[in-house]
Structures are given as structure tokens and as C-alpha cells.
């Protein structure tokens, strides 16, 4: 679970260099599919990873404005306002949590019950597919997008 969190917050990572290179107008410009621009897309993938982590942790949720992070250092420092709790959960993660209990109430008084790995899961799933949708603006602003290849990030060590 850690080796793809890590893997998800280097490809991030690399995506806020790759930014740092294109207009803040291409950012913020209305795009097809996904969260409608580059940065909105960005904040939403910090935003939903924190929310899932706290909602894990029993913690409230709650929904962050895009409109107080509507620049790339402000989403930057979003991520790193968050990224410490988020990264001390995932690091304090075991097999035996998969199966924890996540109860969600539902609008129409209902609960869901989901399984905690699943939700982590997902989480990581989650951004592995907005990158995906990165990638294509990438390439429809002429630009190489960053690769998504897991090996040659040294997340995992070889035994000697």
C-alpha cells in the first residue's frame, strides 16, 4: 500500500515541475472531461485524498474551496499542509486494516459500509486516473507529459 501512495506522491510531484513550465491561463483553462482545468484536476486530487484519509481516521470531512486554491503554489502548499497526516496514516497502515469498517451516512439516512483497504485502494486508484486525464491535455498543448512508469523510482529496493 506505502510503495503506491509513495509512487502517487512522485508522479505528483513531477507534475507540479511540469506545470512550472506552462502558462497559469493553460492551468486554469476549461478543459474536456475530468475537473474541467489542469489545476482544478490538481486540487482534486490532493482534496479527495485527504478527505478519504480523515473519514478513515474518524475524523469530519469537509470540502475545500477551489476558488482559495486557484494557483499552482496554492495547491502546492495545500499538499503540503496535508500530505503529513495523510502520509502518517499511510505509513502506520497493516494488512489487518483492510477489512476495518468505514461507515458513511448516505443524504437519505441510509449508511454505507465500506472496507478501509478498499477505500485506500481507491484513493490510489483515484489519481492514477486523473493522471491518466493530465496526460492527454498534455499532449493536446503539444507538451510530453510525465511518465507514469513505476520502475526507476527506486520505491522498492533490490536485495543485494
Request: glycine share 4%; hydrophobic share 40%.
Amino acid at each position: 500500500m506505502q510503495t503506491f501512495f509513495r509512487y502517487n506522491w512522485k508522479i505528483r510531484e513531477e507534475w507540479y515541475t511540469w506545470c512550472e513550465n506552462v502558462s497559469e491561463e493553460e492551468l486554469l483553462s476549461q478543459r474536456t472531461g475530468g475537473m474541467e482545468s489542469i489545476l482544478k484536476t490538481f486540487f482534486h486530487i490532493v482534496d479527495v485524498e485527504w478527505s478519504w484519509i480523515r473519514l478513515l481516521k474518524g475524523k469530519e470531512d469537509f470540502q475545500e474551496d477551489f476558488e482559495q486554491f486557484n494557483s499552482l503554489d496554492k495547491v502546492k502548499a495545500l499538499d503540503a499542509k496535508f500530505r503529513p497526516e495523510v502520509e502518517a496514516y499511510v505509513d502506520a497502515w497493516e494488512p489487518a486494516m483492510d477489512r476495518r469498517p468505514l461507515v458513511l451516512p448516505q443524504e437519505d439516512g441510509s449508511v454505507e459500509l465500506l472496507a478501509a483497504g478498499e477505500v485506500m485502494r481507491h484513493v490510489i486508484a483515484h489519481q492514477i486516473h486523473h493522471i491518466g486525464q493530465l496526460s492527454v491535455w498534455s499532449r493536446e498543448l503539444g507538451l510530453k507529459p510525465v511518465s507514469p512508469n513505476l520502475i526507476g523510482h527506486s520505491l522498492i529496493k533490490p536485495e543485494r
